[in-house]
């Protein structure tokens, strides 16, 4: 089994910062890439930022610049550091990660739970 949980966010206000963390436990040959998702109440999930093994990264528009994603691949984990947030980044973060488990000769799709993330005027 797999699973992935995150923790970090919160309420903050208008040009704030925060940080999620994302940890990927379990029966883990390898990851590939990492990513973070959100989706904002009546709205379609979007994807907001992801990071290969490799560390090559990729980043929603809006937020580029002020949203930076890293990862620990000894560690299996990925972060998101989030400054200068603004009232429409306001939504539920979802960590996702491609991942090869032990048993399986393929890669799967996996989602954390989501955390909260407000941001206020």
């Known amino acids: 089994q797999v699973q992935l949980v995150e923790s970090g966010g919160g309420l903050v206000q208008a040009g704030g910062s925060l940080r999620l963390s994302c940890a990927a436990s379990g029966s883990i040959f390898s990851i590939n890439a990492m990513g973070w998702y959100r989706q904002a109440s009546g709205m379609q999930r979007e994807l907001v930022a992801t990071?290969?093994?490799?560390?090559?990264?990729n980043y929603l528009d809006s937020v580029k610049g002020r949203f930076t994603i890293s990862r620990d691949n000894a560690k299996n984990t990925v972060s998101l550091q989030m400054n200068s947030l603004k009232p429409e980044d306001t939504a539920v973060y979802y960590c996702?990660?491609?991942?090869?488990?032990?048993?399986?000769?393929?890669?799967?799709?996996?989602w954390g739970q989501g955390t909260q993330v407000t941001v206020s005027f």
């Open positions: 990071i290969t093994s490799g560390g090559s990264t």
């Open positions: 996702n990660a491609g991942i090869r488990t032990s048993a399986a000769p393929y890669y799967f799709n996996y």
